[in-house]
Structure formats: structure tokens, C-alpha cells
């Protein structure tokens, strides 16, 4: 079933970001008026389903949520997407994270979800138009308890991919399908992918989806990320620049 969803909230498409920037500019009376425009149609496949949609205004600017459940290889999954701004007419600026709840919620500096996270929602919200798509995947596809049974490895010295491989998981147990089929359902065929990770570029692009450019979403290593960027950098082949080679 074919949908058309275009909510319009201003005439100029201007992002919320630079809406609230002009906000913050022109004194704290300034009630920030919303301006952004929403072009996009969603195409249920035998694979994807649209499960729910609502308005979703946010500390970055406003979005579009919607949620989505999909059939993949290992059953049934469901993410969210955040949409900004008009990804009909326009390459959006595309990031897909998986859930990290000691990271996202907790604030956790044993990795740099979180960071990445909030980023990425900055950027995706300061550009024409963008998607945020977040997996129900933690730590990376092995689950929450494993992950803590990973911690708790690595506390003994072992780093994050010994630390998989000895509980039997692989590196990354993430496949990206759904994510790639949530793009394909709101008729993106072009992105502009905010990643650190060639293995996702080359997945986005396995499932039919153009990766016109790779963004970096790099933030700076601190004291607690140091060692798990470095093995994300020599073992997981992550391209970042801020870490020391
Ligand atoms: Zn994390």
C-alpha cells in the first residue's frame, strides 16, 4: 500500500536548525516558529511494514517519526526512522545507529554511541533533509546481557572483539537489511551516509540504495574510548583520523 505523507509546517523548507540558530540570534523572546517541509511516500513491501507515524519536534529540530517492522534472516525486527526534511527532492544525509542503551541512555564512555548519536541528529537536522534510522540492535546484534557479559570480558583484558568472538558471537552481528529496506520503502534510492564504517556503505549500496558520499561521523577520542576506537580502527576496519594509528 502506497501512502502519501506530506506535512507541510513552512513555506521555505528552512531546517529547524537554522531556525533555532536565527532563534538563539535574535534574544530569548523569540518564539522559534516551525519551517520545515516533509516530502516523502512510504511503500510497504512483503518485507517492510509501516507499523506508526507522528509529528516528532526534538532538542536538534523537527522531525517526522516513524516506526517499522520488517522480516529479515533472523526473524522479525523493528526500527525506528527519524525523517528531516524534503528526502524526496534532495540526497539525504543518512545515519543508521544501533540501539546502544548504556551508551545512549546511560551516558556510558566505554564507547561513543551516544556521541555519535547526537552528531549525527545535529547534522541530519542542519541539513535539507536527512533520516536517522535506529536499530534495535545492542551491542552490535549480540543483546544487552551479552554485551555486559562483553564488559565484563574486557575489564579482564580481552577488547571488544575477543571479547564477541570468546561468547561465540561474530565481530558485528549486524546485517543492516532492515535498514536498507526502510530507505528503499520511502523511496530513497540516493544517500549520503554518515559513517565511519565501510562495511555499511557496502550493505546500504548490497540492498539496491546509492551511496553518492561517505560523511565521517568522527568524534574526538577521549580518555575511556581510546582503546575501543583503536580496535574498531584495526579490527573492524573503521576509518577514523582522530584516532592514533
Ligand atoms: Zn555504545
Known amino acids: 500500500m ?13 531546517s529547524a536548525a ?10 530569548p523572546a523569540a518564539e522559534p516558529e516551525v519551517k520545515v517541509t516533509y516530502n516523502y511516500v512510504v511503500r510497504e ?13 526534538t532538542r536538534w529540530g523537527h522531525f517526522r517519526i516513524l516506526g517499522f517492522e520488517g522480516k529479515t534472516a533472523d526473524g ?4 525506528v526512522a527519524l525523517v528531516h526534511g524534503d528526502i524526496k527532492n534532495s540526497t539525504p544525509l543518512v545515519r543508521v545507529h544501533s540501539q546502544c542503551l548504556t551508551g545512549d541512555v546511560f ?3 566505554r564507547c561513543d554511541c551516544r ?8 547534522m541530519i537536522a542542519g541539513a535539507r533533509s536527512g533520516v536517522l534510522i535506529y536499530e534495535q540492535k545492542e551491542g552490535r546484534g549480540i543483546g544487552l546481557m551479552a554485551k555486559l557479559k562483553a564488559y565484563a570480558l574486557q575489564d579482564q583484558g580481552m577488547d571488544t572483539v575477543q571479547a564477541n568472538e570468546y561468547l561465540g558471537f561474530k565481530a558485528d552481528h549486524r546485517g543492516f537489511e532492515l535498514p536498507a529496506q526502510i530507505l528503499v520503502a520511502l523511496g530513497v534510492k540516493q544517500v549520503r551516509l554518515l559513517s565511519n564504517n565501510p562495511e555499511k556503505v557496502a550493505a546500504v ?34 576509518l577514523l583520523n582522530k584516532t592514533a594509528k
Open 2 to 14: 502506497a501512502m502519501v505523507k506530506s506535512a507541510v509546517f513552512g513555506e521555505h523548507g528552512e
Open 18 to 27: 537554522s531556525r533555532e540558530r536565527s532563534a538563539r540570534q535574535s534574544g
Open 45 to 57: 513491501s512483503s518485507q517492510v511494514r509501516k507499523a506508526a507515524e507522528a509529528d516528532f519536534p
Open 76 to 79: 522479525t525486527e523493528e526500527a
Open 107 to 109: 551516558g556510558s564512555l
Open 115 to 122: 556521541q555519535q548519536l547526537e552528531m549525527a541528529l545535529e
Open 205 to 238: 549500496e548490497a540492498a539496491g540504495v546509492q551511496v553518492v558520499e561517505r560523511v565521517p561521523c568522527e568524534v574526538e577520542p577521549q580518555e575511556h574510548t581510546q582503546k575501543y576506537l583503536k580496535t574498531k580502527q584495526e579490527k573492524l576496519g573503521h
